[in-house]
Every structure is written in structure tokens, then in C-alpha cells.
């Protein structure tokens, strides 16, 4: 059994020998990990990795196979050439009028007149007015205000219900890109006087709904589908729920997400729905079949109105680099509709703990894989690899409708795997043991001045230590008592030549001499006078009285000096500290038994 026993003992020894390594680098990789990822964290709370985030987003919008143009939409553009042959800039209310009478006979499900008639343009206002308050399946558009009483917006045509009145305005991300819809939203209050009359879309008090969500609750109405709110405020469409984005939900940081939002799932670049020109709708071009039950939205598309966005579709194109608005409407309804008649997912997004969990362990991924290769080549491929299978998960994800981080990721694959790099090279460089043996260095001798300390410590604590310090304390005492003494007779001091004392008179013409002796030392000494001579008076007072026969001073100091050297000899080199002390004391003691 015993035998058996060592031997297990060796086998676990030798494991845990082996296992070392192992450990070692686990715990690299784990702190340098634990590093990466809360420092990508931090900077997407404040907003830094948001850039490039949404780059990524916008190239997997343009990676996406396009969708076929949805049939339940028409959109019917305000060309440039339209313009030119009705030879009017803007058109007028009787040309709308006119269009809106045509449409209607082919009797549309919905028609979205997305141009601002807030004011009469040309002739035709009453016609204008008694189409748009006789036909109820037209949905007209103003614009809200954005608190700025030199911007009080832009009330809806006349004549038309709140109902059939939605808003036009876009949440735009900067740098221009259009990738968030608003669905509806309360008015901003007007800060200041404005000079401005007050109307719907400057209400402060009134929930507005958006042109497009207006539209989509018209069709799904003849689908016998009826929106609601549940408790949590989400909007929901029959089954369908329409996630209300976050400030931080994809790759936003801190995005303003006012009102209620959602993130727009393009259908394609430009073809949305079937497109036809006003021209065609006058001159009767279009098939009925493209009208009946369809949502008709109408519309500017040419530039010159200015009613454009730049899009995720926008970036490395000369030409068509901007949607126009009426084309952005048809987007987010063919998106709700699709969402709900097609099962066509809405933008998911993961909590902010499963987007940690991603980061770091991509984070982990990097370091495990840089720390278990050493030739250059193989790790660039297998990072490579890495970076497209990290791309290619993330493009997985958004086609199934999910929108995870990319950039964060990615970034902590490569800061990973380049820190353990770098710290394996290091180490091997010997520059990591340089620096670890002059940290070790700096501990060790703080740690032996603090050793020092405490032998000092126990030196002034000891019994032998306060012995001395008694003795040294009625030294100093006895000096004290010799210098309060009355000073001999000037004419004794003042003596020539002192001659040998006798028996009677011995003490007192022996201090005598010793005064003289310590006025010498005092103009030999300026500094330092009083000090010497007092010590030269106590130490040779201390002498008389032992010669008197009283005490036994020498006697006294031999045996401390003994003590000393005797504790001397037991301390080693790092107790010198005690030694000086010892030293001192007993070197005062010498002193007086010499001046004697």
C-alpha cells in the first residue's frame, strides 16, 4: 500500500509540475481578457465604438440580398420632368386635386399625400379643400416643430380630421443616415413666443402618429387588424409586436430614442413598390390593377424639393445616393406589413449582458489561440479566420433579423491576442525578468528596513535596554546636583600653580581646577562649550566622590561595557542599529571614566 500511495503521490506531483504552464497562461489570458473587454465596454457606454458599429450595420444592410418590389404599395413620384411639362413649380392645388380625383376612381385601399398644403399654392385652394374633406381614405402629412418658436412646423392641408393627419419627420442618425423611424411622438413644447398660429402638429398636449404608421393602420383595418398597447407601452399589431428601440440596443450608445422608435429593415435601394410619375396618373398610363387595394403614396422625387435622406445604401455611390422621403415611408410600411401579414421578423436585439458575454468570449477566443502558437505566419492565418468567422457569425445573426455587435468583437479578438503576443515576447526578451527582479529588489529592502525597525523595537523594549537608561538617567541626575554647586573663590581659581591638597581641603581645590580645566574647553569649544564642560564637570565629580570612598563609578561602567560588547557579539550585522545605540551610551560612559 505504501508503495502504491508514493506512487500516486509522484503522478499527482508530476501532473501538477506539468500543469504549470498550462496555468500560467490561463491566467494570462484570463486577466488580459478581463482587460480587453471592460475597456471595449467602457468605450461603447461613452459612445467611442458607436462610429464604426454602425459602419458595420450599414454594410450588412448592403450585403443583404435585395427583396422583390412589395405589391400591396404604389408610389407615385413628383418628377423633374413632371415639373417641366405641367410647366409648375410647386404644383398647384388644382393639379393635385385633379390627381387625387383620378386615384380615386380606381378605388385605392389608402392614398398618402405626402406634399405640404399648408398654404394656397396657385389656384384651385376650394377644390383642393372639398376633395380632402369628402374622401376619407386620404391621409395627409404635416410637419412637428422641434421647440424652436422660429420653427412652429407645418399644419396639415385643410379641411382634414386629426385622424387622417400624420407627420413626416424622420429620426436621423448623425452623419446624416437615415436608419431609425419614428411611429408616433408628442409635439416638443414651444420654448419662447412664437408668432406662429397654433395647429396639430405644435400641440404639446396631442400623441401624433407618423404619415407611414397612419397608412399601415388604414390597410391592416380592411385586414380586420387592430393595433393596441399593452401594459409595458409596446405597440402591437394583431400578433406582432413592434419592439420599441433602446438607447443602447445594437451598436448605439446613448442614441435619442424619443417618442416611439424603431429601426428601419430596408426592403432594397430604390425599387420598394411599383413607381409611376403624376404624368401617367393625368394622361391615364396606369393599370387600374396597380391602384385597386393598394396603399398609393404621393410623393416629390426629384432633388430639387430637398425632401431626401442619405440611407445605409448611400455609401461608395456616385449616383443615387439619396432615397427620397416618399420612397423612405414606402420602406417602413412595407416593413410593418410584411412584419405582420408576412412574418418578416422586426430588428431584434440582445440584452446588455449577452453583448459582454459576446465581447469576451471573442476575447478569450484571441488569447488562447495567440498564446498557443509561436510561428508568425500560422497566427495571422489563424486570425484571419478568426475575424471572418466572427464577421460571418454576426451577418448570420442580422440575416435572421438579430442586430449583435461586430466591431467590439472583432476588436477584442485582435487587442487580446496582440497583448499576449507582445507579453510572451517580452518575457523572452528578458526585460520581464529585469523588471520583476528590481520590483523583488525594492520589496526586499523595505521589507529588511522594516525587519530593522522591528529588532530596534525589541531592543528599547528589552529589560536590559531600560536598565541602562535608569543608569544613564542618574548620571545626568548627579551632573545636574555638581553644577548647582557654588563656584569656588575667584582668588582660588585665579592660582597660578595649584599645589598638592591636603587631606581636609582636597575637594574643594580640586574642583577648583576642573572649573579651570572646563573654561579652557569652552573657548577651544564655541559650539559645543556649555555641553563638553557640563559633562566634563559630571564626569570628573563622579570621580571625587568615588575617590571619597562613596561610590564605585568604575566599577559601574566597566560592567556596562562588558554588557555591551557581550550583546554586541550576539546581534549580527542587521541589528547595527542596536549596536549604535549601545555604542552611544557606552561611549558617554567612557567619556566621563577618562576625563576622570
Same mark, same amino acid.
Given at each position: ?15 501538477? +509540475?506539468?500543469?504549470?504552464? *498550462? ?9 488580459? *481578457? ?308 408576412? +412574418? ?18 471573442? *476575447? ?57 503576443? *507582445? ?89 577648583? +581646577? ?5 573654561? +579652557? ?76
Amino acid at each position: 500500500m505504501t508503495k502504491i500511495f508514493n506512487k500516486m503521490r509522484s503522478a499527482v506531483a508530476q501532473l501538477s +509540475q506539468m500543469s504549470k504552464p *498550462s496555468l500560467f497562461l490561463a491566467r494570462s489570458v484570463l486577466i488580459a *481578457s478581463a482587460a480587453v473587454t471592460l475597456s471595449l465596454v467602457g468605450g461603447r457606454q461613452l459612445g467611442i465604438l458607436e462610429p464604426i458599429e454602425l459602419t458595420a450595420y450599414d454594410q450588412m444592410v448592403r450585403w443583404r440580398p435585395e427583396s422583390k418590389p412589395d405589391s400591396r404599395l404604389l408610389v407615385v413620384g413628383i418628377t423633374e420632368a413632371d415639373i417641366q411639362k405641367l410647366k409648375q413649380w410647386p404644383i398647384s392645388d388644382r393639379k393635385i386635386a385633379e390627381i387625387l380625383q383620378k386615384l380615386e376612381k380606381m378605388q385605392p385601399a389608402v392614398i398618402g399625400l405626402d406634399v405640404l398644403r399648408d398654404v394656397p399654392l396657385g389656384d384651385g385652394r376650394e377644390e383642393l379643400s372639398k376633395v380632402l374633406q369628402k374622401n376619407d381614405r386620404i391621409i395627409g402629412v404635416c410637419l412637428v416643430t422641434d421647440g424652436n418658436p422660429n420653427n412652429p412646423g407645418s399644419p396639415p392641408p385643410p379641411g382634414m380630421s386629426e385622424n387622417r393627419v400624420g407627420f413626416a419627420d424622420f429620426g436621423v442618425d448623425p452623419g446624416g443616415i437615415l436608419r431609425r423611424a419614428l411611429l408616433f411622438m408628442k409635439p416638443p413644447e414651444i420654448q419662447g413666443t412664437s408668432l406662429a398660429e397654433k395647429h396639430l402638429c405644435n400641440d404639446s398636449s396631442k400623441v401624433l402618429f407618423s404619415f407611414n404608421l397612419q397608412l399601415t393602420l388604414r390597410y391592416l383595418q380592411g385586414q380586420k387588424i387592430l393595433p393596441k398597447l399593452a401594459p409595458d407601452q409596446s405597440l402591437w399589431l394583431g400578433e406582432t409586436q413592434l419592439k420599441q428601440l433602446q438607447t443602447n440596443d445594437g451598436g448605439y450608445s446613448n442614441a435619442d430614442v424619443r417618442g416611439y422608435q424603431i429601426l428601419i429593415n430596408y426592403r432594397g435601394r430604390q425599387q420598394v413598390a411599383n413607381q409611376v410619375t403624376i404624368t401617367d396618373i393625368l394622361e391615364g398610363k396606369v393599370d387600374p390593377n396597380l391602384v385597386r387595394d393598394k396603399i398609393v403614396l404621393i410623393g416629390y422625387t426629384t432633388e430639387t424639393v430637398k425632401d431626401y435622406f442619405y440611407t445605409p445604401y448611400s455609401a461608395q455611390q456616385q449616383n443615387n445616393q439619396f432615397m427620397p422621403g416618399i420612397v423612405a415611408h414606402a420602406q417602413v410600411i412595407s416593413q410593418l406589413l410584411s412584419a405582420v401579414l408576412d +412574418q418578416r421578423p422586426m430588428f431584434w436585439f440582445w440584452p446588455e449582458w449577452a453583448e459582454v458575454l459576446w465581447i469576451a468570449g471573442w *476575447s478569450i477566443v484571441g488569447g488562447t489561440v495567440a498564446s498557443r502558437m509561436a510561428h508568425p505566419a500560422h497566427l495571422v492565418l489563424a486570425f484571419g479566420g478568426l475575424l471572418s468567422g466572427c464577421c460571418a457569425i454576426g451577418f448570420g445573426i442580422f440575416m435572421l433579423g438579430g442586430w449583435v455587435p461586430v466591431a467590439a468583437p472583432a476588436l477584442a479578438l485582435i487587442f487580446t491576442g496582440g497583448s499576449i503576443v *507582445s507579453a510572451d515576447r517580452f518575457n523572452k526578451a528578458g526585460y520581464g525578468k529585469a523588471i520583476s527582479d528590481r520590483v523583488k529588489q525594492v520589496f526586499k529592502i523595505e521589507i529588511d528596513q522594516a525587519k530593522k525597525e522591528q529588532q530596534v523595537a525589541e531592543i528599547t523594549e528589552s529589560e536590559f535596554f531600560k536598565e541602562l537608561q535608569q543608569k544613564k538617567d542618574k548620571l545626568r541626575l548627579s551632573k545636574k546636583e555638581t553644577s548647582e554647586q557654588p563656584p569656588a573663590a575667584p582668588e582660588e581659581i585665579t592660582a597660578s600653580v595649584p599645589s598638592m591638597p591636603q587631606a581636609e581641603s582636597q575637594p574643594d581645590e580640586y574642583l577648583a +581646577q576642573l572649573q579651570q580645566k572646563a573654561k +579652557q574647553q569652552k573657548q577651544r569649544a564655541a559650539a559645543t562649550a556649555a555641553e563638553n564642560a557640563s559633562k566634563t564637570a559630571g564626569a570628573i565629580d563622579a570621580g571625587a566622590v568615588s575617590s571619597g570612598g562613596e561610590t564605585k563609578p568604575d566599577e559601574e561602567f566597566s560592567d556596562l561595557q562588558a554588557k555591551a560588547k557581550q550583546m554586541r557579539q550576539r546581534r549580527s550585522e542587521e541589528k547595527k542599529i542596536k549596536d549604535q545605540k549601545i555604542d552611544n551610551l557606552a561611549g558617554k560612559e567612557d567619556l566621563g571614566g577618562k576625563e576622570e
